[in-house]
């Protein structure tokens, strides 16, 4: 019986076509090649699918790359390491079926039909499982994402971000990856004290500061301040400003978590920017860096010599104020060092693409920190436009003129939501036409691909219902069964389709972008609907068809809802 796997089929073939070009050296003597290869690291195997799928199920250029270093034709080198490749026919336990040589020197290979039915059977034997792959290297992640400033409600502005991260996480923890999320608020700067001071001038009927924000959040706020928070500030001499901005914010705080618990967006850790100034976090990255030797005084500031490091300029880290301030850059800069102490050997930020600018001084300053500056990474989302009846939504806190993330959910649902969000690459520009989210029809694409799991779902019912089941997954028969019908084209296709999943998670990981995931949950239901259109799933004049088609349509029921689960979304019985 071929062994099961966590890995990828593609994975499978890409070692056995490792394996069998370390065979194949040996035909490549020096005597033969004139001379000890020209590159002494052999470029990597890449497995890929053809292009026409009748040249196989999986095709590799490695001849094409070994030519040149080895001085040797690529169709030769090709044939050398397909006359090594071990087949089902020499070892039971390969994946493989064939390889055929094509000019100028492809291997287009097969899969053999009793590891697509050993998968199959993989996927009915832990189906909660199914698609999640092993990382070669899995890292502890740190994922900080969405972290909009608690001065109002998050609006539709701010959802790329809090999909993006999440998405991200879900994939990169079924890649093998130990990922905590995190949430940056931003609870000391100005932002919050214009917010306080935008409430206390409602509460005391003024007129809202210039920079004051006015949406009906602020007004409701302005009814609900406490009592003792105001009086604590005037025993403390404090600006009222401050004290009703920190309980402001904290109060939008919680709203905002609701609204991404309503999302299925879930936090590990939720940091304020005040903690990093009250636990000392600042100043300990301040000091570092001046122990480096890498700031300087000017007229009265601190300045980080960033410029040592990459960034087009250097930047100030401490204002020339009485009391030094720190500025917002020496938070980050904090942030920095506090997440590097709890571990992690990675940190992935998702910041707007009009954070551009702060990559390259965050990365200069993890480098003059001591940290390896390929360790921070910054993801940048494109803008998002939203559309209702052609006309763009405008958004701002400050005028109060914007959509609440509730508002969209609540319109359109989550499942459309995080399709729409899922469907395009974290770094292209969206037109998000919010009446087409709406539609429950194949226009909408997740109702499409939900469609074919409930489909899928009434089909093993009704089969219940005539007395025929899946087969278990530890019966004796079943690999015979599956490998016996996947001649058949309609049962070929989708076969191959299913197990396609964990080489689309490994690929989303690798890439760290998620629309390849919504893409094939698109293919997979288009691939199934072929399917029951081609086959006869319930037949009782054929029942050892009826189960082996049977077990793909459970198998196929389990990645949708996988894929679908990747996504955050849910996979409905019944529609």
Not at 96 to 121: K, T
Not at 373 to 386: C, G, P, S, Y
Request: charged share 25%.
């Amino acid at each position: 019986m071929i062994p099961t796997s966590d890995a990828s089929l593609r994975s499978q073939v890409r070692e056995a076509i490792e394996a069998a070009w370390q065979r194949a050296r040996a035909d490549l003597t020096p005597a033969s090649t004139g001379g000890e290869p020209t590159d002494p690291h052999d470029p990597p195997v890449t497995i890929e699918h053809p292009a026409d799928p009748k040249n196989g199920d999986f095709a590799s250029n490695i001849a094409l790359k070994l030519a040149k270093p080895y001085r040797r034709a690529p169709l030769e080198i090709a044939k050398s390491i397909a006359s090594h490749v071990a087949t089902t026919a020499t070892d039971p336990n390969s994946p493989i079926a064939g390889v055929d040589v094509a000019p100028p020197g492809f291997l287009n290979i097969r899969l053999a039909d009793r590891a697509l039915a050993a998968a199959v059977q993989d996927v009915l034997r832990d189906p909660s499982t199914w698609g999640h792959v092993a990382a070669d290297y899995p890292e502890h992640i740190n994922v900080e994402f969405v972290s909009a400033n608690p001065t109002g409600p998050l609006h539709i502005g701010n959802a790329r971000g809090a999909f993006t991260g999440d998405l991200l996480c879900r994939v990169l923890t079924a890649a093998s990856h130990k990922v905590e999320r995190e949430y940056y608020f931003n609870d000391f700067g100005s932002q919050v004290k214009n917010l306080g001071a935008s409430v206390v001038a409602i509460r005391e009927g003024c007129e809202l500061p210039e920079d004051g924000y006015h949406g009906d959040y602020v007004y409701d706020m302005a009814k609900e301040v406490p009592a003792e928070v105001l009086a604590a500030a005037e025993k403390s001499g404090e600006d009222a400003a401050w004290a009703v901005g920190r309980w402001a914010s904290e109060q939008v705080r919680g709203g905002i978590e609701a609204s991404l618990d309503h999302l299925g967006c879930h936090f590990d850790v939720w940091r304020s920017e005040s903690t990093l100034h009250n636990d000392g976090w600042v100043k300990k990255a301040v000091d570092r860096l001046r122990a480096g030797g890498d700031v300087y005084e000017e007229d009265g500031a601190v300045v980080f010599r960033s410029t040592k490091y990459g960034d087009d300029k250097d930047r100030v880290i401490l204002r020339s104020t009485e009391d030094a301030a720190p500025t917002y850059f020496a938070a980050d800069i904090g942030y920095l060092v506090e997440k590097f102490s709890r571990g992690y050997q990675r940190i992935i930020f998702i910041w707007g693409e009009d954070h551009h600018g702060y990559v390259a001084r965050v990365k200069a300053a993890a480098q003059s920190l001591g940290f390896d500056r390929d360790q921070v990474q910054m993801i940048l989302t494109a803008w998002v436009r939203f559309v209702r009846d052609g006309k763009e939504i405008p958004m701002s806190k400050r005028t109060g003129e914007f959509i609440t993330l509730d508002e969209l959910l609540g319109e359109i649902g989550v499942d459309a939501a995080r399709w729409f969000f899922a469907s395009r690459a974290a770094s292209s520009g969206i037109d998000f036409d919010i009446e087409l989210a709406k539609k429950q029809s194949a226009e909408n694409p997740v109702y499409y691909v939900q469609y074919a799991h409930a489909r899928i779902a009434s089909i093993l019912r009704k089969a219940a219902d005539s007395g025929m089941t899946p087969p278990a997954v530890d019966d004796p028969h079943l690999a015979g069964l599956l490998a016996g019908v996947l001649g058949g084209t309609p049962e070929a296709q989708l076969v191959r389709q299913i197990m396609r999943l964990p080489e689309v998670v490994e690929d989303a990981a690798e890439s760290e972008e998620t629309h390849g995931i919504t893409a094939y949950a698109t293919e997979l239901a288009t691939t199934f609907h072929a399917f029951y259109r081609d086959a006869r799933v319930i037949d009782e004049t054929e029942p050892d068809r009826s189960t082996a088609r049977l077990a793909l349509v459970a198998a196929t029921k389990t990645t949708l809802a996988n894929a679908l689960g990747l996504l955050g979304i849910s996979a409905p019985e019944t529609m």
